[in-house]
């Protein structure tokens, strides 16, 4: 069983910042991917980032590439997003997950909410035009 605990959101203008942080249990948090995911009022969750559990591979939505950078302390079980130039667009509730390794390609799954097994409760970002 993993917890997971998301901090850091907020309200910015836009062209601000913002760190996101996760906090895990556990004492294999190492062995899990971890992603964060997004949900905007009145749209479905959507893929964020990604980084995989050596946090060698990290995966990233087109519309937040170059902009945001997921990254992950395994000795502090923590996972972080910061997120740079911020829109409008970006305004949502953001939720940390963690997955256990699927089969097939990192790149190709990570992608999907399916392949996380535990989930926060989330973090609201709120971003100002």
């Known amino acids: 069983q993993v917890q997971l605990v998301e901090s850091g959101g907020g309200l910015v203008q836009a062209g601000g910042s913002l760190r996101l942080s996760c906090a895990a249990s556990?004492?294999?948090?190492?062995?899990?991917?971890m992603g964060w995911f997004r949900q905007a009022p009145g749209k479905e969750r959507e893929f964020v980032a990604a980084?995989?559990?050596?946090?060698?591979?990290?995966v990233y939505a087109d519309s937040v590439k170059g902009r945001f950078t997921i990254s992950r302390d395994n000795a502090k079980n923590t996972v972080s997003l910061q997120m740079n130039s911020l829109k409008p667009e970006d305004t949502a509730v953001y939720y940390c997950?963690?997955?256990?390794?699927?089969?097939?390609?990192?790149?190709?799954?990570?992608?999907?909410?399916?392949?996380?097994?535990?989930w926060g409760q989330g973090t609201q970002v709120t971003v100002s035009s």
């Open positions: 980084i995989s559990g050596s946090g060698g591979m990290t």
């Open positions: 997950a963690a997955g256990s390794p699927r089969r097939g390609r990192y790149s190709d799954y990570a992608r999907r909410s399916n392949a996380y097994d535990y």
């Open positions: 556990g004492r294999t948090f190492s062995s899990y991917a």
